[in-house]
Each structure stands twice: as structure tokens, then as C-alpha cells.
């Protein structure tokens, strides 16, 4: 069994002598697709030596012209409008599905089941149900498995769970975190798949809200109760085909108290209908020792307030410039100052799902396996139940 390294350990491997070549089945060529392809092409040189190269086997796509553009843009072999197809060439070892929601499931479950390492685009499925068969699927196939919460692979966001790891803030009390866009508020943007429930499962919970409560797992541990509500503040827009309109049947955004296991408590919300925020990913966690605060719009910078801080008359909070070659992940890219995007986390993450897959370390705790996709989409799932009873209810795994 790979040993349980600590996070340093890891960011910091790298290769013995030759690479060994990974081959990718790359589902998805839009949003999802290109910042994997991305990853994949500079992590060689940057993660250097890596621990394993890329090859960019196939990439599939329902519209061939669309997916053959890609393939020619990112340099993959061959191409595949049916994943079946893909997932049956034995050049590739990895299946990654940057698909939309409805078509996690299916083609995950069916690559596992045919010895291919999974890695999925959060959230991992619709609803917990949905999820459980893709983690039952992983487990019982014996294959690699991971959940592209990428966030995890932000440096500050790493130095976060370090210094709680190591004991520095102390107990936690509060996780207070928001994750604000404000693309949808016209009321004329159509109905897109991320907008249909039978496709994405919900709306601003599924896709943002997933984020977050990955992270309140990642750095304040399992919640145990929660209090949500949601809202639909357009319930009908445009089909995108013209034909007419649609009811919109996720939400737009969502808000929930949490109570953790450990004893702490929090907010969370999510909201596609907060005008300037374009990718707000904040969050603040406040404890026995100090605060620490995280926005995602200032992703290399994480405030830090010590409450033993010296000299008294100057404590205040310290916004660290996570940048220096002692910072997570920073012996790989420039001196300090010289910041990296959100572009660079991807390449962190299939840097730690390439030495998972190597035997090096296992993928949790530092990323998110399908483990820690199911108990999101329990969370999820829970969220839901509490708007529609306007009670309480308890995360039960
Ligand atoms: C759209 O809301 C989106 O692309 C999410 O799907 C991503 O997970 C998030 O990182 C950025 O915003």
C-alpha cells in the first residue's frame, strides 16, 4: 500500500530516471476539457522531471467537427464521438470526463469496470444515489478514482491545511464561505444544461456549492447537520433552440447553516446572481489561535490574523503572499511574486492522481477520491431535503 505522505513529500516528487507515459481518454472538449488539456501539456515541463507523461491518446465529443478541432488544437491521437469506443482502446489507461452532470455516471461506471483509472469533473454525479454507483463501481473495478475539486491544489488554500493540520490555529469554531458568480441574472440567458435539473441535478448547489463544501470538508472535517434554504429567482427562460421557454427546476442559489462533528459551525452559500462577482470563492475560518481568509479573485494571497501576534499595538492581519519556494507547490514555477493561476491547479491535480496511480501515495487525503465525491453529493442531497422540509437535517453517510 502506498505510503500516506505528507503534502510537501508530495508536491515535490518526482521522477527517477525515465517517466513512464500515462494515455488519456479525454471526455469533453468545452470548458472542462480544455483546462484538462492544458494540464496535461504543461505538466511535464513544469512538474519536471514529472512523475509520468501524458499521452494524449483520444479525445470524444458528440459534435465530431468540434471534437476534431479540438484533437488538432491540443494534439490528441484520435478521436471518438461514442466514449464506448474510447474507453475500449487500450491506449488509454486514463478515462477523464469533463462531461456535463448527466454524463458522469454512465461512462465512468463503464470505464472502471473495463480497468480504467477514473477521473471526474465535480460535481461527481446528480444526486448521492447516482454517486454511490459510481463509487461502488470504482472500488469493486480496484481502479484509481479521483473528483476534480480542484481547489485543493491551490497553494494558499494547501498552506490552509497545513496550518490547521499542524495544530497552529488551534480548535476550529467558525467556516464561513461563499462562492458568488453573476453570469445568469438576465432573465433572457437561456436554459442550459447547468440550468435543467434532469441534466445537472441542480443549479448553483451542484456546481458552486459543491466546491465549498468540499473544502469545509478538506479543511474543518465532516459536518454533521445542516440548514438550508434555496431560491429560483427566474423560474423560466429560453430553450436554446428557440422552440419557446422552459421552467427552470434547480436553483439559483442557496444558503446553509452546518454544524460540523467536531463542534464547529458554519455558513455556506452559493449564488449565480451577485453582479461583480465573477468567480468569488471566499472563504474565513476563525479559531482558537487566529483567522485565516481565502478569496479565489486574489488566489496567491491568504490573510492571516494571529491572536498571540506581537507587539499587541501592531497585531493585525497579515496578508501572506503565498508565492515562496517553502509554499506548496512553488518549487515548481517562478521566484516569488510571480503568480500563478487557476489554470495552475489542474496541473497540481493530475501531478497527485499521476503519483496515486504510480503507488507512490494514496489519492485522499490531500485530493478528493470518489469517497469524498459521494459524501458531497450527500451534503448536497441533504441541502436540498432541508429547503423543501424547511427543517434540519442530519449528514448521514
Ligand atoms: C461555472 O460555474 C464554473 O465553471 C464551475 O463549473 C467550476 O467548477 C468553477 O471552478 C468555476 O465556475
Known sequence: MPEDVGFTTMAGARAEGSAPEIGIGMLGYAFMGKAHSNAFKKLPYMMYPPLAVPR????????????????KRYGYEKTYSDWREMIADPAVQVFDNGGPNDAHAEPSIAAAAAGKHVFCEK????????AKSMLDAVEKAGVKHMVAFNYRFVPAIVQARKLIESGALGRIFHFRAVYLQEWIIDPNFPKIWRLDASQ????????????????????????????????????????PDGSGKGKVDVDDAFISLMEFQNGAIGTIE??????????????????????????????NELDVFWADDSPKETRGFHNVLVTESYHPYWENWWPHGHIIGWEHTFVHEFHHF???????????????SFVDGYRNAVICDAILASARSGRSVDVQY
Not at 220 to 238: H, L, N, Q, Y
Not at 357 to 364: D, F, Y
Open 270 to 299: 452559493a449564488s449565480r446572481f451577485c453582479h461583480g462577482r465573477k468567480n468569488y470563492n471566499s472563504i474565513e475560518i476563525n479559531a482558537e489561535h487566529g483567522t485565516i481568509r481565502f478569496n479565489l479573485e486574489r488566489m
Open 123 to 130: 460535481p461527481l454525479a446528480r444526486t448521492a444515489a447516482e
Open 354 to 368: 499521476f503519483g496515486a496511480i504510480l503507488g507512490k501515495w494514496n489519492v485522499e487525503p490531500y485530493g478528493a
Open 56 to 71: 494524449l491518446a483520444a479525445i470524444c465529443g458528440r459534435n465530431a467537427a468540434a471534437t476534431a478541432e479540438a484533437a
Open 200 to 239: 445537472a441535478g441542480s443549479g448553483a448547489l451542484g456546481d458552486l456549492g459543491a466546491h465549498v463544501i468540499d473544502l469545509a470538508r478538506f479543511l474543518v472535517g465532516e459536518p454533521s447537520r445542516i440548514m438550508a434554504m434555496t431560491k429560483t429567482f427566474v423560474e423560466e427562460r429560453p430553450l
